[in-house]
């Protein structure tokens, strides 16, 4: 008797016994199987919130991870599309959330099911960081795009993103965000002739991010902020400044959520 023409109970049964490789295995044998154990793959790996030495089912952390970016079948897009949205709030080390996971790699169709779903494009870590960040520090810039057409905010984390685009990015991508900067401290400017205090965080920001394109020697960078107002004296000083910055943001973003625990 083949495989599939048991009864379904007895496969399900079957599958219990079976690791995480086996069952990847199984399902990649036949689309009817695949469509009825895919939830009996993913569920257990979504739903865990082991600690990353411990294996998933068979699979070790972060392998399955990395497989991120490949899933793209229409089957497995369809999972994520009906499985209950419980299954869609894994949650890892660090606070680290399947969107931020998704985010960094680059998995766009799946980001906008996630999105679709009702989960949030400002999900942060216990750092603080948003998937915005995650793509960002990994040069996914098509991930990058996709998410500041969706609306990711460019100003959380202090403006994080754009000294994190300074560091690896495209120009094009820290001139996009540098605009959507200036665009938000714009709102500021009415206020500057009563001398009350503006917020200087996109100044500093973008004073940071000059730094970080010197020391990555993209002249073209240095350029372009320069022309969205940085202060071109800045470039002088020590690159230990954006380790500072981005240490205490860091440091005091996840002492503030340890404090709420």
Same mark, same amino acid.
């Given at each position: ?92 080390? *660090?606070?680290?959330? =399947?969107?931020?996971?998704? $985010? ?6 799946? /980001?906008?099911? #996630? %999105?679709? @779903? ?85 100044? *500093?920001?973008?004073? =940071?991010?000059?730094?970080? $394109? ?6 073209? /960078?240095?350029? #372009? %902020?320069? @022309? ?34």
């Amino acid at each position: 008797m083949q495989f599939m023409q048991l009864p379904v109970d007895i496969i399900l049964s079957i599958t219990h016994f079976l690791s995480y490789v086996e069952l990847a295995s199984l399902v990649r044998t036949n689309k009817g199987l695949a469509q009825l154990l895919i939830p009996y793959l993913y569920n257990p790996i979504l739903q865990s919130s082991r600690a990353p030495k411990n294996p998933y089912y068979g699979l070790p952390w972060p392998s399955w991870i990395q497989c991120i970016n490949e899933w793209h079948s229409p089957l497995l897009l369809d999972y994520f599309k009906e499985t209950p949205v419980s299954n869609l709030a894994y949650t890892g080390v *660090l606070e680290t959330a =399947l969107i931020h996971l998704v $985010a960094q790699q680059n998995n766009i169709e799946l /980001i906008d099911i #996630l %999105l679709n @779903r009702g989960l949030s494009l400002e999900h942060r870590d216990v750092f603080g960081q948003t998937p915005l960040h995650y793509a960002l520090d990994n040069n996914k810039e098509q991930m990058v795009n996709h998410l500041l057409d969706a609306g990711a905010n460019v100003m959380a984390l202090k403006g994080y993103a754009l000294l994190l685009a300074a560091e690896s990015c495209s120009p094009a991508v820290v001139e996009r965000i540098v605009e959507k900067m200036n665009a938000l401290e714009a709102r500021f400017k009415p206020f500057e002739f009563t001398g009350a205090p503006t917020d200087g965080t996109v100044q *500093l920001i973008k004073n =940071l991010a000059i730094n970080a $394109a010197e020391v990555r020697r993209s002249r073209e /960078i240095v350029s #372009l %902020l320069i @022309r969205y107002g940085a202060d071109p004296d800045h470039a002088a000083e020590s690159p230990a400044s954006i380790e500072g910055f981005r240490k205490y943001q860091l440091r005091m973003v996840r002492g503030a959520s340890n404090s709420h625990v």
